[in-house]
């Protein structure tokens, strides 16, 4: 997974990440698509009570992700889109607020399910005063 940018254009903060293609997004396609096709069966068919299966995405990106601006500043994640094609994806966080003003840089952190966290740190470019 590859940060490609934070954007803050008012009162948020976005996160674009990119997941590129695994041996795992592959197979996730796969058996989304396996049972995607079984439930389309039953729904022909008049069974209507199995819900269409999550998307391959959803699985693959169960990543915590933090912000710290070392201010104090509380970031929580309220909303975030996933999207692509073939097993690779572009995934959108957005959380309510932004740096402190004086704020020189931003750290994000990635900690997927059972691993380490990974960090990077943002330079705010003349901080947001």
Known sequence: ???????????????????PRTDRSTDLIEQHEREL???????????????????????????KLTLD??????FDQNAGQYGGTGAECLVRHYFPGT??????????????????????RVALHGGLA
Not at 2 to 18: A, K
Not at 69 to 74: C, F, L, M, S
Not at 99 to 120: D, K, R
Request: net charge negative; proline share 12%; charged share 20%.
């Open 69 to 74: 601006d070392g201010r104090g500043t509380t």
């Open 1 to 19: 997974m590859f940060l490609l940018s934070v954007e803050i254009p008012d009162e948020t903060t976005g996160l674009n990440l990119y997941c």
């Open 99 to 120: 740096p402190a003003p004086e704020a020189g840089a931003l750290t994000v952190s990635i900690t997927p399910p059972g691993q380490s966290t990974s960090s990077v």
């Open 37 to 63: 096709a079984a439930v389309s069966e039953r729904y022909r068919n008049g069974d209507r009570s199995t819900p269409p299966p999550e998307w391959p995405v959803e699985k693959l990106f169960g990543h």
